[in-house]
Structures are given as C-alpha cells and as structure tokens.
C-alpha cells in the first residue's frame, strides 16, 4: 500500500486541478476531523482507517432538461450525470494514486444497508453531507445539497485519502428563507418535513417504467420549486 512520504508533494490545489481536469465541476476537500458527529458506521475511518482527508467532487445536471414535457430528458440527464460521476472518481483515485498516495472511491451506490420495509437506503457515507463539509454547499429544507454557483443540479463522488490536504471553508450562505417551505408544501407524495424525507414515500411516487419497462423518474419537484434551483445568480 502507498504511503504519503515526507517528500512526497500533493497539495489541495494539484487535487482540485486533477479532479477538474478528470471532469468535475466542483471539488472541495474536507480534513477527516471534520467528521467527528457522523453516525457510527457511517465515518470516513469505518471505509478506510488511514484516511486524513475527504475529497468531494461533483458534476452538474442540465437545468434543461426541466423545461420538457417528457419525462425522459431528466432520467437520461440524470443516468449520464452518475455515469460521469463515477468516471470521474474512479479516474481521480488512479491519478492520485500516480501520486503517491493511497486513494479509496466511495460511491453513492449501491447501498450496504438497506431497508426492505421502508425502502430506505443509506450510502457508505453521506456524500451531500460530506459535501458540505467539504465546502461545497448547504443542505436546503428539500434535503438537497445547494451549492451558491450550480444551485442543487448536482451529482456526488467522494474519494478517501491518506494525504494531508489543506480543508476548504465551510460554505456560510445559506437559502431557505424562514417563510419558504415551497419543497415541502408542494412535494406531491408528502414525503418531506422538516425532519427529513420519507424515502417509501418519494421512490413510490418519483420511480417507475415505460412501457417497455425501462425505469424513469416521474417527479423532481424538490428540486424545481426551490427558487435557488440554478444557484443565487438566477433566483
């Protein structure tokens, strides 16, 4: 297994142009100590024990899509985008491992637990709440990751690393105004509260086939009706 020696020289700037350079259109780095209220089971150390630093990429979907009467555009946008995502991980953790140091990929599917009765699956970790400690982003009342730049039109990869990076910022902004509870009022399942989302209740109502039985998304209206779906610039 590599090791990140003394001499050896990575900093979070050659990461970011790496991860940028695979694809991404976002990067943030997060230290590992960050982590220290995340759910036993679910800490970047239970994945890999050396990791000391936690890099969050992201690709962004076409807010286009939304525009079409059709159903199709978004599934395929959003079948592509994950594609892309984990391309663009798996190509990261290679490049880093050019580097010097160990790298571990960490998608957001398939789950390792998960819930029969409630349809309820949980990741390796949390990449939407890795991505915010990461920098990138604020978790909104429709429970989306937001980012100020890309607004919640994103897709989620993480990779763990032995190498000591230099953290970015935790984002300070933030959009759901007290009166706004436009996700939750209009969310056509009923699925979100201020506590969370019911995931029996949104996969029913916003997973299904075509006729020929190929799966499709029927409803994204969480992400829609959020004023800041394209980000601040367009609000």
Known sequence: MNKQSDDTVLTSAEVKRLAFETGADLCGIAHVGRFSGAPEGFHPSDIFN???SVIVIARRIPAGVFESQSRIPYTFADDIAMKEIFRITYELTLKLEDSGVT???VPSEPYEYWNSEKMEG???????????LAG???IGRNKILTNNRFGNLLKLGLVLTDAVLESDPIAEYSFCRDSCNLCIKNCPAGAISES???QKK???NSESTTVKGNPVYTCWKCRTICPFMKGIKYA
């Open 50 to 52: 050396a990791t000391r």
């Open 103 to 105: 790298a571990v990929p």
């Open 122 to 132: 949980r990741g390796l970790l949390s990449l939407k709440h890795s991505a915010v």
């Open 136 to 138: 990138l982003g604020v």
């Open 196 to 198: 969370g989302v019911d």
């Open 202 to 204: 949104c996969r029913m």
